[in-house]
T-cell receptor, first 108, second 111 residues
Framework: KNEVEQSPQNLTAQEGEFITINCSYS?????LHWLQQHPGGGIVSLFM???GKKKHGRLIATINIQEKHSSLHITASHPRDSAVYIC??????????FGTGTRLKVLA | DAGVTQSPTHLIKTRGQHVTLRCSPI?????VSWYQQVLGQGPQFIFQ???????GRGNFPDRFSARQFPNYSSELNVNALLLGDSALYLC??????????FGQGTRLTVV
């Protein structure tokens, strides 16, 4: 079993839909990241969380430390949101453990 | 201010050859980590270096090695390449232990 599990693996949505991506982890962490990876390969950090909730534009990320669970929400989804969204936890010093990613496609 | 830069961006090698990938961290960042991302999967941790010393190693064979130079840039070396080494190799630099900044990656194809 992977230490970081994401669901769903693939997601297709219509433009404007509300989207939720889930992440569960089984190790102790000091922080959790939500990352976005476009087809070219580069990774961009969307959020870093150690507790509670963060919001940036149409993106909202939450974490429940007790339940070892985090969610990424996208409101009013748009085709430009199409990408792979990766949950990664920081376990130990500098070491990231990544989920396998959620491939999101938003249709116009 | 430049982000994390990796070179080359793409590379094709033959089985059995050796490859060197390079990474320049963000100015002031002393930690560099390397990750391998096979198509369709999440990145896997290979190495972490801090102040030129190896601080962590993932579950990779001894064919994989790395080093960090006095200017904090880093090289990842892979010997005796196998087809299964084909992947996107990502470098990340960090100032704090909880946040990393990723380069665009080097896409290695072994034929």
């Amino acid at each position: 079993k992977n230490e970081v599990e994401q669901s769903p693996q693939n997601l297709t949505a219509q433009e404007g839909e509300f989207i939720t991506i889930n992440c569960s982890y089984s190790v102790g962490i000091s922080a959790l990241h939500w990352l976005q990876q476009h087809p070219g390969g580069g990774i961009v950090s969307l959020f870093m969380l150690s507790s509670g909730k963060k919001k940036h534009g149409r993106l909202i990320a939450t974490i429940n430390i007790q339940e070892k669970h985090s969610s990424l929400h996208i409101t009013a989804s748009h085709p430009r949101d199409s990408a792979v969204y990766i949950c990664a936890v920081v376990s130990g010093t500098y070491k990231y453990i990544f989920g396998t990613g959620t491939r999101l496609k938003v249709l116009a | 201010d430049a982000g994390v830069t990796q070179s080359p961006t793409h590379l094709i090698k033959t089985r059995g050859q050796h490859v060197t990938l390079r990474c320049s961290p963000i100015s002031g960042h002393k930690s560099v980590s390397w990750y391998q991302q096979v198509l369709g999967q999440g990145p896997q941790f290979i190495f972490q270096y801090y102040e030129k010393e190896e601080r962590g190693r993932g579950n990779f064979p001894d064919r994989f090695s790395a080093r960090q130079f006095p200017n904090y840039s880093s090289e990842l070396n892979v010997n005796a390449l196998l087809l299964g080494d084909s992947a996107l190799y990502l470098c990340a630099s960090s100032l704090t232990y909880t946040e990393a900044f990723f380069g665009q990656g080097t896409r290695l194809t072994v034929v």
